[in-house]
């Protein structure tokens, strides 16, 4: 059974750098799209992007100026990076599988990101 | 992008009725449309993919239908472990994979 974890700051002050990092464990990193998705506190979900295990990625528009998402297969890991948080960047952060069917068929837990001072 | 449009937003239903949630996109997207189950607290669960495709040890009593940019989510006989957010999700066109805003389902 694939599982996926999520790790990193909880929180991240105005204008830095969020970095979360999703480990995937029970299966391969390879030939799968690999998705970050969040949640603000409340509301609904908000696809941010993914990277297939060449690490070639895509984006949301509305924050791709700001987002990088990479792959190490040696660790079976992929990474997030959001430039220039504010506030409404505050939401639960999830990594999840995109499987055969083009739905995201794992999840992780989810981790909470708060932008504050 | 696709815009999604679930209706309701919200309803109210009691253990053992038939509900119908309704996903409309503002483009064709053939039968490339995903359903999530999301309880209070807890990660979004795939019930549903390609429509009408029930994800392996969801129970039968879930079932999609619909084409074009029509869709709907039937549950019949609602059991108390049901009440839930849902969320349709499109998969035809990227970027971005985009949700419907969700449908909470509470019991009356």
């Known amino acids: 059974q694939v599982q996926l974890q999520e790790s990193g700051p909880g929180l991240v002050k105005p204008s830095e750098t969020l970095s979360l990092t999703c480990t995937v464990s029970?299966?391969?990193?390879?030939?799968?799209?690999w998705n970050w998705i969040r949640q603000p506190p409340g509301k609904g979900l908000e696809w941010i992007g993914y990277?297939?295990?060449?690490?070639?990625?895509i984006y949301n528009p509305s924050l791709k100026s700001r987002v990088t998402i990479s792959v190490d297969k040696s660790t079976n890991q992929f990474s997030l990076n959001l430039s220039s948080v504010t506030a409404a960047d505050t939401a639960v952060y999830y990594c999840?599988?995109?499987?055969?069917?083009?739905?995201?068929?794992?999840w992780g837990q989810g981790t909470m990101v708060t932008v504050s001072s | 992008d696709i815009q999604m449009t679930q209706s309701p937003s919200s309803l109210s239903a009691s253990v053992g009725d038939r509900v119908t949630i309704t996903c409309r996109t503002s483009?064709?997207?053939?039968?490339?449309l995903n359903w999530y189950q999301q309880k209070p607290g807890e990660v979004p669960k795939l019930l549903i993919y390609?429509?009408?495709k029930l994800q392996s040890g969801v129970p039968s009593r879930f079932s999609g239908s619909g084409s074009g940019t029509d869709f709907t989510l039937t549950i019949s006989g609602l059991q108390p472990e049901d009440f839930a957010t849902y969320y349709c999700?499109?998969?035809?066109?990227?970027?971005?994979?985009?949700f419907g805003q969700g449908t909470k389902l509470d019991i009356k």
């Open positions: 999840a599988r995109r499987g055969r069917s083009n739905a995201f068929d794992f």
């Open positions: 029970g299966g391969s990193i390879s030939n799968y799209y």
């Open positions: 990277v297939y295990d060449s690490g070639s990625t």
């Open positions: 483009h064709i997207i053939s039968r490339y």
């Open positions: 390609d429509t009408s």
């Open positions: 999700q499109q998969s035809y066109s990227v970027p971005p994979y985009t």
